[in-house]
């Protein structure tokens, strides 16, 4: 029985120890998908002006 509430904790605490790396993923992938559809927004926008000119 120790052994399993031993076990559990590991898990925990692992979970815990890896919650930052998720954040900072998490992040980096807000910032490209931002990038993404700023870059989007341009082409779009060029197409448009070349569409009216």
Do not use: C, H
């Amino acid at each position: 029985m120790m052994w399993i509430g031993l076990i559990l904790l590991l898990v925990i605490a692992y979970g815990i120890y890896q919650m930052p790396e998720k954040k900072r993923l998490a992040e980096e992938q807000k910032v490209l998908l931002k990038q993404q559809n700023i870059e989007e927004a341009k082409a779009t926008k060029e197409r448009d002006e070349k569409r009216k000119s």
